[in-house]
T-cell receptor
Framework: KNEVEQSPQNLTAQEGEFITINCSYS?????LHWLQQHPGGGIVSLFM???GKKKHGRLIATINIQEKHSSLHITASHPRDSAVYIC?????????????FGKGTLLTVNP | GAGVSQTPSNKVTEKGKYVELRCDPI?????LYWYRQSLGQGPEFLIY????????DSGLPNDRFFAVRPEGSVSTLKIQRTERGDSAVYLC???????????FGPGTRLTVT
């Protein structure tokens, strides 16, 4: 079993829909990252959070440390949101530089 | 300012050849990371540099893989006797401090034929 599990693996939505992508992890962490990767492109960091909730524009990320679960929400989705969204956890303790990644969720938003 | 850059963006090589992949981190970032991303998978950690030294190379898959960062800035990932299974996107990231956010480069797509 992977240390970081994302669901769903693939998600297709219509423009304007509210999107939720989930991430569960099994290890102790110091922080969790949500990243965006466009086809053929590099990875862009969206959020780094260790508790509670963060919001940036139409994106909202939440984390529940006790339940070892995080969600990424996209409000009023748009075709330009189409990308792979990756959850990554940062180890706790001495190796807190190390990120362990989920496999990603491929989001397609149709006009 | 300039982000993390990687060269080449694409590399096609024959099985058994030697390849070098280069990473230019953000200026002033002391921490540098290499990751490998296979098709349909998330990135996997390869090696972490703090300054010039490899602080953690536990992710390197075998002794055909080696990385250097001689002046604490640019890093080169070296792969000897390439195999088809080495085909992947190799990502580099840097951060000001190992506990801080990592900034990723665009990656090098390596194809071993």
């Amino acid at each position: 079993k992977n240390e970081v599990e994302q669901s769903p693996q693939n998600l297709t939505a219509q423009e304007g829909e509210f999107i939720t992508i989930n991430c569960s992890y099994s290890v102790g962490i110091s922080a969790l990252h949500w990243l965006q990767q466009h086809p053929g492109g590099g990875i862009v960091s969206l959020f780094m959070l260790s508790s509670g909730k963060k919001k940036h524009g139409r994106l909202i990320a939440t984390i529940n440390i006790q339940e070892k679960h995080s969600s990424l929400h996209i409000t009023a989705s748009h075709p330009r949101d189409s990308a792979v969204y990756i959850c990554a956890v940062r180890n706790s303790g001495g190796s807190n530089y190390k990120l362990t990644f989920g496999k990603g969720t491929l989001l397609t938003v149709n006009p | 300012g300039a982000g993390v850059s990687q060269t080449p963006s694409n590399k096609v090589t024959e099985k058994g050849k030697y390849v070098e992949l280069r990473c230019d981190p953000i200026s002033g970032h002391t921490a540098l990371y290499w990751y490998r991303q296979s098709l349909g998978q998330g990135p996997e950690f390869l090696i972490y540099f703090q300054g010039t030294g490899a602080a953690d190379d536990s992710g390197l898959p075998n002794d055909r893989f080696f990385a250097v960062r001689p002046e604490g800035s640019v890093s080169t990932l070296k792969i000897q006797r390439t195999e088809r299974g080495d085909s992947a996107v190799y990502l580099c990231a840097s951060s000001r401090d190992p506990a801080e956010e990592q900034y990723f480069g665009p990656g090098t797509r390596l194809t071993v034929t």
